[in-house]
């Protein structure tokens, strides 16, 4: 693939299922093991919801020793009370009040590594950052962009849920400039600043991104769909298609895929999982600029489904 951005090619929905098991027989390289692409444990179903105490517990945990300004970004984000107070506030606005998903810092700490990891296959393939192509930044300057706008994408939610992601660049904006006031000179700070605020925007329903950036966070939101999603749902008593979806899905797995720069598997134990791709990962990969770049193959292990729930009455 020559360097451009990923929406010059035939756009392609490749989502397929298939009957061999992607996941079992593509294990992490070497490599991507000591990359140190590592998720955080889901919230547990036992700790009350939106349980997250007003300073700092959850480190971000991101592979960046070939990055230093990504190592002073997060070593900022370790250290930020009022970002760990904000994502506080994300997760009462949706768990406690709305009764949806954990959306607190294990879903930011997912995202950002989900991100990271989609971009450096990308660049690895040819593909050139919009930042770099546009702005003359550097490879390290776009995955400075792709964490920072997976960190903030949802921090409106702090306000509300209902046209969260513009409220997102309200509380992102300030945050942005404490964060890169002594890593970036101004102008520069102000282009990374102004690409992570529009992946902010671009990552709602119907959002337009412009970046490769942007696409690219777009996409990572919704790889954050695996059974440990539906656990707090579930817990709290709420079971409809988004958490028996969840509940559904066993493993997702980002890695280099063989005719596209990136493979998504996605190990199933119950066909419902189908609905996490087809309503929602599907929805946010296209017009991501992305289509033609990624394939995703999903399968469902076992010769029967998996029982998600006992009773459902309306």
Known sequence: MT???????????????????????????????????????????EAAPGAIPLTPDEILSLPARHNPTLQRVVQAVNADVDLHAIWRC??????????MSDHGPVHMHIVANSALRLLRLLVKRGIVPSAVAQHQLTDEDAEVIVVLAALLHDSGMSIQR??????SLIVALPKLMELLQDIYAPATRRVVVSEVLHAIIAHRAGGQPLTL????????DALDMAKGRSRIPFAAGHVD???????AIDAVQIGPGEQKP????IKMNNAAGLFQLDALLKEKLQG???????EIVADIEGETDKRLFETFRL
């Open 162 to 167: 209902a046209e969260h992601e513009q409220f």
């Open 262 to 265: 990136v493979r998504i598997g």
């Open 213 to 220: 950036e942007a696409g690219v966070v777009r996409v990572a």
């Open 288 to 294: 991501s600029g992305l289509e033609s770049a990624i």
């Open 241 to 247: 298609i988004h958490s028996v979806s969840a509940a």
């Open 90 to 99: 994300q997760n009462v606005t949706a768990v406690d009040r709305l009764g």
């Open 3 to 45: 360097k451009q951005h990923a929406a010059d090619q035939a756009v392609d929905l490749p989502v397929s299922l298939s009957a061999r098991s992607y996941l079992s027989e593509t294990p992490q390289t070497a490599e991507e093991i000591t990359e140190g692409f590592t998720l955080p444990s889901p919230v547990s179903p």
